[in-house]
DNA sequence: AATGAATGAGCGTTCATTCAT
DNA sequence: TATGAATGAACGCTCATTCAT
């Protein structure tokens, strides 16, 4: 039942996870726990469905932004960017991710639908990453894929939905529509290997 | 005493905050639960405690790092990258900031405490970026860092302790500081406030 | 369920307040506590059932008293009072009321239903009293009743079950009869304002 | 030490007896656990310890009072028993005899010395009763002094400490100075052994 | 499909008590 | 005398789960 679904989605972002009980639940959706129980015999056949069905419509969403072609690859990649960082600021998504990373370090299960995710949210990258820079190797631009997609998703924190930094959001959006063009135009495999930059033996020389 | 925040602390980070319970707790301090509660009267005395210390051992991190003069600024900030950057690999950083970030959506105090901690991060970012960049206002200044910041924090996600990419974190590390480099180097104040791209209503318009 | 509220009134009776524990009241239900839990959420409620259903039961006693209008106001008066004095010495009316009146002192809800009851005792007392003094106003007349009804309750502590003077109940009760008889058919006005007798100075004059 | 049971005793009336606990005695005493139990090993031994320096300092008023010879009986009577009432509307008294007598039913202790305190009160009674009535054997003097305390102990749960009659304390004070006055003067022997009031039989026949 | 009832474990917390210092 | 630290049991309460109806 989708009402279960939904009742659960909504106890963990409103709440936490820690509060995501089976009688909150149940109550949310106007059931009795026994009732729920026989949609789901236990806590984790829940979880695991809460999470398969949330994440897929972020899937879905993403299938959506890549079909779009008419743009040019700069243009797209812009527009992804600012869709993934608008998303981000809803009550929604704010609620959902930080639980889900958390959950992540310890359920395996959230792990894999995590891994699932954003391998299909890269995926969506790739092809406007392959267009701009034909040259780099497959692995260079999805680990450039892998950046982004990290970048993005950690400003949650900062510009999510009641946080701290909310009203930056726009900036924000700006900056990162940006600053990853000009990291996918500008990078060179050197650079990525860390064959290049002079910088980064002083970390470690100045740390001593 | 430090060994009851030392255990809270490892039960957060190896269990996550659902098992951060004062049984398990006074477990791993090698405690009776009577015993714990006279060292903290209540759960809530002791999480606060506990996020104190650990956000407090960041703060440290973050002061000793800025404190380095003798490179270049640009070096610099590629230095403070790749030490983040490490340092969230750590099982401890992994373990314990998605936690903080889940909880500071439902948890005043630890909202408070990534508050400060985050303040600080910038604050250590700042001063490099305005030797770089001293033709632009503060408040963009702060914007950048706001936003160098969170995309640091995003690839815990990616390449941290046991993460599916964890073996990307050196390319990861590379990337980041080139293209923090490159934004902080290359962008412009029209940029930050969305005067200058022309990509901006893409998104709309297609997904209509 | 009725066994709960019987199972928690033979624990307070028997066991007395303090030990009226959700666990101690669950074992003699022949529950577990998270059972007992399911029918009462939290113990107040419980408590606040108890007081009200025992409450409820003496309220019911007296109603029945009054009704009976075939013997003379002076009779039914002497019935009343050998009737409250008899019940005073069973086991329940004196394992309750003590707890009931030290509750009173600390719980608003308790209080409020002592008060109740007790406004039910005195309108049982006040149509006999008006009939033997119809020239007494109501206020006097309420007076008597409350007087009457505090003396009654008083004998508790000293002819209730197994008090030391439990033997002595049909003699307390000969003199409560006569005595309660006596004062209503004798008192005036005037003295139950106090203008009238002559020793009261002496209290004072004397203790200094 | 006295502050230890002056804190014993201040915890009881202000927060009733299972609020009791060695913890907030000491907190009151200013003192910690540790030391607390240096002075009474267990809880036992300290609430003894507090009934009986309370109960020694009721004793003590009573001693006081009977010692007063210039007045008739008649007036030392009533000044006694207005002494009582007024001193029932305490806070300490109406906080402190309800929790013991409800302790006197599951704690032998405690019902010995509440029996030893109303012996004092009974013997206080005692001359004054016997200086108005010689003819009345010493076993129905005694009766009546039983009465006499009974009915006016029952008054603290109406006119005591902020209870619901505490403005009619007055009144109630004045019907029993004139209630107790006329009984002692006018009962007689066959009255108080059940031989001569009529009205008995009433309850039981009319109740079948 | 749905309810109500029940279990048993675990939760945070409080308590009387003990004891080394 | 006095403290601080420690124990173990009990407290009220919540939870996932089970099951008869």
């Known amino acids: 039942m989708a009402e ?18 089976m009688r909150n639940v149940a109550e949310r ?32 969403d993403f299938d959506r932004i890549v079909a779009n072609k008419e743009r040019s690859p700069e243009e797209r990649l812009q527009d992804m960017v600012r869709f993934v960082i608008g998303d981000l600021a809803t009550k929604e998504t704010t609620g959902f ?18 891994s699932s995710l954003y ?20 692995k260079d631009r999805d680990l450039l894929a892998l950046f982004i997609s990290g970048s993005i998703e950690g400003q949650t924190m900062f510009i ?5 930094k909310a009203a930056a959001g726009g900036a924000i959006a700006n900056i990162a529509a ?12 050197a650079t990525i290997r860390g064959l ?6 002083g970390a470690k020389k100045l740390a001593s």
Chains 1, 2, 3, 4 share one sequence.
């Open 29 to 60: 959706a106007k059931m009795t726990v026994g009732n729920l129980s026989y949609y789901y015999a236990n806590k984790e056949d829940l979880l695991h469905d809460l999470l398969e069905a949330v994440i897929q419509g972020y899937v879905e």
């Open 4 to 21: 279960i679904l939904t009742a659960a989605r909504d106890v963990l972002i409103e709440e936490g996870y820690p509060r995501l009980t």
């Open 196 to 201: 290049k930059e002079a910088s980064k033996p």
């Open 119 to 138: 391998q299909v949210e890269r995926e969506a990258f790739a092809p406007v990453i392959a267009e701009l820079r034909p040259d780099l190797s497959k």
């Open 160 to 164: 999510g939905h009641k946080r701290e």
């Open 178 to 189: 940006h600053s990853f063009t000009a990291l996918v135009k500008g990078i060179d495999a």
């Open 97 to 114: 991710f930080p639980a889900l990373w958390a959950l992540a370090n310890h359920d395996d299960f959230a792990a894999q639908e995590m």
